[in-house]
């Protein structure tokens, strides 16, 4: 059935409504503050094939628009008036589980014994069990450590629900009633959604509501390949780092080799690491997946804002992403962490686009988000409390038109601050600090945002603080166009004080009463070359305090007076003529490190591992690595910066691993 353009644009609507309608029921009645104040959860309209076909534009995480549930569906052999599905299974329910934490529903909903489509909505869990206050760590090596594993079942069958899981869920929860709060609010949020969508087949009919649904995902492939189309066909490469595998100083390798044709994408993964004994493993399922086409996404709407937001925007797009990889791994891997090896491999293609169009994107971001999480045994009652007090966040990376946003990262979209009001009622703790991190943002004719400062205090002997997915402490956010990189996080225990000591990436910090947690998030990338940044702009970032004077030299060659927003102009000219030294869009972690393990080397030994039995590979990886220097296992990239050491020597020793091994 054609439908005509008019009725087209208003069922379109009315969809979008409809996922509104339910996400705003999901937020309000929500007991965690990570979904009622941060908004990590989400809600659409997901058509018989499994793919969401209506998506909210202002509720919930922008992330999820192209989720596949059509493996989650395939799992029941039938379906009836009343059902409600739920998993949170990343290998049983490929491209709609990601990682235990998150806890999906499905409901079909029917009219006169047909099923017209399918309500879904996801909720962060605060705790789903395992083996730490939120479920989430660093060491963890594989899944079973993780928590509660749920494969696709009926939550409710004819409309009546199953008590025992919700005994199972709340026996394994450390925070069982407000666990059971959210999936009340998710219950609730589907409930609106049957209402609505009974609503629309009464008004517009069964048939105009099916071919609707087909009709905006075709008209989103139109619109959205108009914009492909402005990139210049060709093949493009580029990788990035994650700082290390936890359990060594590794780094961590993530490639994208992005081939653009006539307004379609192929995306192929092939050279990137393969799986960890950590939780940075992203579960794709090797499907087209959200986590893979980020960055796609914003570009597309950055060039058309008013595109309807539906996976047709991603029909122009295809994936390779070879089984075993950190972007594709065999259970049962850990994957709680997946996100910071999303938004690593998002930084790959954001390179790639950047080749493609330098107008038509942006440097690396800041590239971590950071729940911070606070557990806490309440005295008074013997019980525990866990809280995420805060989602963490860098600076955007610098583009042709405009500096990167100060403290909010374009990595995970729609993740709102929790205010600090809330985390201190929650839990005993004094946010000291919350604001813009100096000097963090990567110098360039557009800057790089600005990364922030967080500190808070734990008032009580015993408490836990927890950061998860901190990264960039190593390889910093790369420049573009010229532009210069931004500084690498931190991580401070007690900053200013005679017992300040840097924790780096952190698992878990036990605190004292009194004990003060920073954590200093980087910068993004600048964008174009920073002497040719507006004098004048240069001047009012350091008037604000965002750029300090001496950077102001150093970096953009701006000599301000004692009256430090007064420009001394003739200095100030005299500078941005001299001769400058070549600076690299790279940090010298990474201009070291591919002396060895350039783009040749990492493709073979990512080839060659993973041909071996998955119980091997970890070894393997270390052994290679650890034939150009044993002490790289310990020391990562700062092996290499020994006086003396000898580089071409330590290539010929990876090459001659890499050999051994293949063989």
Known sequence: MQIDPITLELMYHKFKATTEEMGIALGRTARSSYVRETNDFGTALCDLNGRFFAYPQATGISLGVDQ??????????????????????????????????????????????????????????????????????????????????????????????????TAILRANSRIPDIVEGDLQAQLSALAVGERRVAELVAVHGLETVRAAQSGVVEYARRRASSVLERLTDGTYEFHDYLDDDYHTKIPVRLRCRMTIDKGTIHLDLTGTDPQLLAPYNVPTGGVRHPYLTTKLMHMLYTFDPELPLNYGIFENITVHVPKGTVMNPEAPAAVGIRHAGAIRFNDAVQGCLLAANPAMAAAASGGTVIPAVVAHVDPASGGQRVAVVQGIAGGGGGSIHVDGADGRDRSLANIHNTPSERSEADLPLQVVDYALRPDSGGAGKRRGGHGVVYSVKLLEDGMEFMGRGLERFVFQPWGAEGGLPGEPARVVLNMGTPDERDLGKIDKVVAR?????????????????????????????????????????????VVLDEAVATVDEAATKALRASPRTAHSAFCPARQLWEQVFDDEVMTRMSTAVLALPSGMRHQSRAAIFAAASPAIVTQGPQALATDGFDMPAARARVIAAIEEIAA
């Open 68 to 165: 596949d549930c059509s493996a989650f569906i395939a799992a029941f052999d039938s379906l009836e008036p009343g059902d409600i599905l739920v998993t949170n299974h990343p290998y049983a329910a490929p491209g709609v589980g990601s990682h235990l934490p998150d806890i999906n529903l499905l409901q079909p909903y029917f009219h006169e014994g047909e099923i017209v489509c399918f309500g879904w909505t996801f909720a962060h869990c605060a705790d789903i069990g395992g083996g730490v206050p939120s479920s989430i760590s660093p060491s963890f090596q594989n899944i079973f450590q993780e928590g509660l594993q749920i494969p696709p079942l009926k939550l409710a069958e004819k409309g009546i629900r199953n008590p025992a899981f």
């Open 513 to 557: 009463a009194g004990d003060v947690i920073t954590i200093m998030t980087p910068g993004g990338g600048g964008y174009g070359d920073p002497f040719e940044r507006e004098v004048a702009r240069v001047a009012d970032d350091v008037a604000r305090g965002l750029v300090s004077r001496e950077a102001a030299k150093r970096d953009y060659g």
